[in-house]
């Protein structure tokens, strides 16, 4: 039996273990339900206050904004008012000039009357020959006044055609500015909009064809019409450097509007896919889709379905070329280990550890390469927000070149000794092979 004492009248009565504990546990539930109110009072007003931060931050960037294009307008000004004070100060510099010929010519005209006055006998001979001087220094006077004006004129003219090209180039790069600003509201609408009058392929084949020549001279990329094995994909890439195969790419292209009578998703064609690439050789498989339209999956950029069938991605139009990019660029990095392994698999040696490690190497770059692609595509989605979320953007682009750093720091220190370790086969062979050209230093230049 427990003792219990009333808080408020102070009389002790007993109760057994089982009230007891009955009235422990209800003690402990109002307690615990306090704390948990009082928690989530404190997240929620964490929660505004983050809130009320990122609105503070975005209102800066706003203020921050204005302020400069205020700042653009103000310069714009300042030279306006330069502009029309250089005027003025010409114009007053002309007006002294022609006050100070008018003077020296008063000046002159005076002397002449003293002269004049002082020689009466000559004074009609004389009259008539300073009336003629006084004629033509009048003409000489309007000529300059007139010359004067002129000047004052061009310059005005001139202040005013500067005033008006300054006008024109400011409203010019604002008009720029506003289209660049409407170009990222945009960017999604514009990017998943196809041009009118052109299929899916035909667009695709075009944007290559627009860089072939610069960037893939060496490169394979025509339509697949082997259909062999029962089915045929759309179009297949192949690049090649020194001669070798680096890079193969099976495309398959599918435009929604080509079903108008059942929507089909991007997911039906994927075992297709697979299966064309298996049966033309192409390493990797990329479906470029426009089905699924608003789906935001496949709208946030380069999407990686390797979990289903492996080196497949589901793109849309707009990143046919970026792909064909980032996959040439991936593969370059092991044009020299398959070279190499070539060269070994001639030699007719065991070259399966070998194969183990370029495995495990180009595994390991993919998790790389996929993590970069993951940031790409997080990228591309944070240009939809660039206005309200540059910050996202730099963070997601950070990211990726961080992912992109490691990948790059494996294959610079991957080696022929690391590849070659534990492998007295290889490594015999590549000493073999050293020996013999530094016995004939020429040889290898053929």
Same mark, same amino acid.
């Given at each position: 039996?427990k003792?219990l004492?009333?808080?408020k009248?102070?009389?002790?009565?007993s109760v057994?273990?089982?009230?007891?504990?009955?009235?422990m546990?209800?003690v402990?539930n109002?307690?615990?339900?306090a704390?948990?109110?009082?928690?989530?009072?404190?997240l929620?007003?964490?929660k505004?206050?983050e809130?009320?931060?990122?609105e503070?931050?975005?209102?800066?960037?706003?203020?921050q904004r204005?302020?400069e294009?205020k700042?653009?307008?103000a310069? =714009? @000004?300042?030279? &306006?008012?330069? *502009?029309?004070?250089?005027?003025q100060?010409?114009?007053? %510099?002309?007006? #002294?000039? $022609?006050?100070?010929v008018?003077?020296? =010519? @008063?000046?002159? &005209?005076?002397? *002449?009357?003293?002269a004049v006055?002082q020689?009466?006998? %000559?004074?009609d #001979?004389? $009259?008539?020959?300073?009336?003629?001087?006084?004629k033509?220094?009048?003409h000489?006077?309007?000529?300059?006044?007139?010359?004067?004006?002129?000047k004052?004129r061009?310059?005005?003219d001139a202040?005013?055609l500067?005033e008006?090209?300054l006008?024109e180039?400011f409203e010019?790069?604002?008009k720029?500015?506003q289209?660049?600003?409407?170009?990222?509201?945009?960017?999604?609408?514009?990017?998943?909009?196809?041009?009118?009058?052109?299929?899916l392929e035909v667009?695709?084949?075009?944007e290559f064809n627009?860089?072939?020549?610069?960037m893939?001279?060496d490169s394979y990329f025509?339509?697949?019409n082997?259909?062999?094995g029962?089915?045929?994909?759309?179009?297949v890439?192949?690049?090649?450097?020194e001669?070798m195969?680096?890079?193969s790419i099976?495309?398959e292209?599918?435009?929604?509007m080509d079903?108008?009578?059942t929507k089909?998703?991007?997911e039906?064609f994927?075992?297709?896919?697979?299966?064309?690439?298996?049966?033309?050789?192409?390493?990797y498989a990329?479906l470029?889709?426009?089905l699924?339209?608003?789906?935001?999956?496949?709208?946030?950029?380069?999407v990686d379905?390797s979990?289903?069938y492996p080196?497949?991605?589901?793109?849309?139009p707009q990143f046919?070329?970026?792909i064909?990019?980032?996959?040439?660029q991936?593969?370059?990095k092991?044009i020299e280990?398959?070279r190499?392994?070539a060269?070994?698999?001639?030699?007719?040696?065991?070259?399966?550890?070998f194969e183990?490690?370029?495995?495990?190497?180009?595994d390991?770059?993919?998790?790389?390469y996929?993590l970069a692609?993951?940031?790409?595509?997080k990228?591309i989605?944070?240009?939809?927000?660039s206005?309200d979320?540059?910050q996202?953007?730099k963070d997601?682009?950070?990211?990726s070149?961080?992912n992109?750093?490691?990948?790059?720091?494996?294959?610079e220190?991957?080696?022929?000794?690391?590849l070659t370790?534990?492998?007295p086969?290889?490594?015999?062979?590549f000493d073999?092979?050293r020996?013999?050209?530094?016995?004939?230093p020429?040889?290898?230049?053929?």
């Amino acid at each position: 039996m427990k003792e219990l004492k009333c808080p408020k009248c102070g009389s002790v009565f007993s109760v057994d273990e089982a009230d007891y504990a009955l009235i422990m546990n209800q003690v402990k539930n109002a307690e615990f339900k306090a704390e948990i109110d009082r928690r989530m009072e404190e997240l929620h007003k964490q929660k505004q206050a983050e809130q009320a931060a990122a609105e503070e931050r975005l209102k800066q960037l706003y203020v921050q904004r204005l302020g400069e294009n205020k700042l653009s307008m103000a310069q =714009k @000004d300042s030279r &306006i008012e330069q *502009l029309n004070k250089e005027i003025q100060e010409v114009a007053a %510099r002309t007006r #002294m000039e $022609l006050d100070v010929v008018l003077a020296r =010519k @008063d000046q002159e &005209i005076a002397t *002449l009357k003293t002269a004049v006055s002082q020689s009466e006998n %000559r004074r009609d #001979m004389a $009259l008539m020959e300073e009336r003629n001087k006084a004629k033509d220094v009048l003409h000489a006077k309007e000529a300059l006044i007139a010359e004067l004006e002129s000047k004052v004129r061009s310059a005005s003219d001139a202040a005013r055609l500067r005033e008006g090209e300054l006008k024109e180039r400011f409203e010019l790069r604002l008009k720029e500015k506003q289209e660049q600003i409407d170009f990222y509201k945009n960017l999604k609408a514009k990017l998943s909009t196809k041009m009118i009058g052109e299929t899916l392929e035909v667009h695709c084949s075009t944007e290559f064809n627009k860089v072939r020549a610069s960037m893939y001279p060496d490169s394979y990329f025509e339509k697949d019409n082997d259909a062999r094995g029962g089915s045929k994909g759309d179009f297949v890439f192949r690049d090649y450097a020194e001669g070798m195969e680096y890079v193969s790419i099976m495309f398959e292209m599918k435009n929604e509007m080509d079903q108008t009578a059942t929507k089909h998703k991007n997911e039906d064609f994927l075992a297709k896919l697979d299966k064309d690439r298996n049966e033309k050789g192409c390493e990797y498989a990329v479906l470029v889709s426009l089905l699924e339209p608003e789906s935001e999956l496949y709208n946030e950029g380069i999407v990686d379905v390797s979990y289903r069938y492996p080196k497949m991605y589901v793109v849309r139009p707009q990143f046919f070329m970026p792909i064909i990019s980032l996959l040439t660029q991936a593969s370059r990095k092991s044009i020299e280990y398959k070279r190499q392994l070539a060269f070994a698999r001639q030699q007719s040696v065991d070259v399966t550890d070998f194969e183990n490690q370029l495995t495990d190497f180009k595994d390991k770059f993919g998790r790389n390469y996929r993590l970069a692609s993951e940031k790409f595509a997080k990228a591309i989605e944070e240009i939809d927000k660039s206005i309200d979320h540059l910050q996202k953007i730099k963070d997601a682009l950070i990211g990726s070149e961080n992912n992109l750093r490691l990948a790059n720091d494996k294959v610079e220190d991957l080696s022929i000794k690391k590849l070659t370790r534990g492998n007295p086969t290889m490594k015999a062979k590549f000493d073999e092979a050293r020996s013999s050209a530094s016995r004939n230093p020429g040889a290898g230049d053929e």
